[in-house]
């Protein structure tokens, strides 16, 4: 999955697959790239495989078995750890 649209703004991977970015009307509001923040995976590829969204966060899959969230307001990225 590439993006989700909730209340008119637009969270979406980016082309290099390591960032997240928000966009409203065709302009960004924030932009963090997950893989910089919570590190490399030490099992699979360092990029984002999927996105849910979940009350106020964009919860993240990366790697094979990495966990992140991002906060919808500010683009706050955090570890959650893996499996």
């Known amino acids: ?3 989700i649209e909730l209340n008119r703004i637009v969270y ?3 082309k290099d697959l390591q960032s997240v970015a928000a966009y409203k009307s065709g302009k960004q509001i924030w932009r963090t ?3 910089s923040v919570c590190g490399k995976p030490s099992i699979g590829k360092p990029e984002i495989r ?3 969204y979940s009350r106020s966060k964009l919860l993240v899959t990366f790697g094979k078995h990495n966990f992140a969230e991002v906060d919808i307001a500010s683009g706050k990225a955090m570890f959650l750890g893996s499996d």
Request: no cysteine; aromatic share 8%; net charge positive.
């Open 50 to 52: 999927h996105i849910k």
């Open 33 to 35: 790239n997950v893989i």
């Open 12 to 14: 979406f991977v980016e």
């Open 1 to 3: 999955m590439r993006g």
